[in-house]
């Protein structure tokens, strides 16, 4: 099969879910709206945790991480997607597919980590309260942001390298929302399946010990919360860890579904909604999961408001 230059080349072609869908234009207002939204939450929830002293803690500073994450990870792929769409411009560049892979990968993978140290962060606040300031001390989590990050692009960038090492065939288009491991392994013109096996077994190293460790979290939890004598302080814990929980389940069920359930289980029409809802729908569910149900988030919010309409009438 006739190779081509991806380096001097035209680079990519992005077929995502506008160009595949018989309404584009309903789909591209409803990305829009979508985007706008978490862009809006993110950064309301990002202020609200930044400019209130009250929400200097552990569990507040892990949130800010998660949507700041989201906030990066939704601008890594909407306005790409929609500038195209505008334009009828749908390719990327090689150097531009490659840093498009690392960001989504590193981002993807941060938040991976991130969830089980906040599942943990519930654990101590609700099992051991008073050892909470102890195991929870800013170092130790500053320490949990730092691993998340690190050990995530350490990773991303060994895939992104490894992947686009490989040559790609004529056929340059991509059956994708944006350049992700599986649809480019598919243009490849070399055998890729030593690859694809050690791409499913990292991805299932990678994402279901965290989960175990969510799952063993969220279970001591219950077993602590069923034996608490008050009816406030249970009430409080559950829809606590019930907005973390809803937050897992998008995430790992999205991410399983790309990376750890074998590629011929799932068609490119699957795998362009799965990315649209782990790119742009749950970072704008995020922050509203977050922020909708906690007190003292709204609380914040209501405070940086009331100065922000004191100042100016001032």
């Known amino acids: 099969m006739e190779h081509w230059n991806s380096t ?15 309404s584009p234009e309903l789909i591209c ?6 985007y706008m939204l978490a862009l809006t939450s ?31 990870f939704m601008s890594v792929v909407t306005p790409k997607s929609f500038m195209d769409f505008l334009l009828s411009e749908n390719t990327n560049s090689f150097v531009g597919c490659a840093l ?14 991130l969830l089980a140290f906040m599942a943990y962060d519930r654990y101590v606040a609700i099992c051991h309260p008073l050892n909470y300031m102890v195991l929870m ?24 390298v490894y992947t686009m090492h490989y040559p790609f065939c004529k056929a340059r288009e991509i059956s994708h929302l944006l350049c992700e ?9 070399a055998d890729t399946s030593i690859y694809e096996l050690t791409v499913y077994v990292m991805g299932v190293t990678f994402l279901i010990p965290p989960l175990v460790a969510i799952l063993a979290s969220y279970t001591l939890i219950l077993l602590t919360v069923l034996h608490m004598p008050s009816n406030e302080g249970r009430q409080k814990a559950l829809v606590t860890c019930s907005s973390h929980l809803t937050v897992v389940g998008m995430f790992y069920g999205a991410a399983t579904f790309m990376y ?7 068609s490119p029409k699957e795998d362009n909604i799965i990315s649209v ?18 007190k003292e988030v709204m609380g914040a919010l209501r405070r940086i408001l009331g100065r922000y309409m004191l100042w100016t009438h001032s």
Request: overall charge neutral; some cysteine.
């Open 277 to 294: 809802f782990y790119t742009i729908v749950t970072p704008a569910l995020n922050p509203l999961i977050y922020s909708l149900r906690n």
């Open 260 to 266: 750890v359930l074998p590629s011929p289980l799932h």
């Open 181 to 189: 491991i599986p649809p480019l392994l598919k243009l490849a013109c």
């Open 100 to 113: 498009q892979m690392f960001l989504a990968l590193t981002l993807g993978g941060a938040e991976d980590l």
């Open 29 to 34: 207002a409803t990305v829009t709206v979508l």
């Open 42 to 72: 993110n950064c309301l929830l990002l202020l609200a945790i930044t400019m209130d002293a009250r929400l200097h803690v552990p569990m507040y500073l892990l949130l800010r991480q998660l949507s700041l994450m989201d906030l990066l």
């Open 137 to 160: 001390r800013p170092r130790v989590c500053w320490l949990m942001v730092a691993t998340s990050w690190i050990l995530a692009s350490l990773s991303a960038i060994v895939y992104t």
């Open 8 to 22: 001097l080349g035209s680079g990519f072609i992005l077929m995502g879910i506008l160009n595949d869908s018989l």
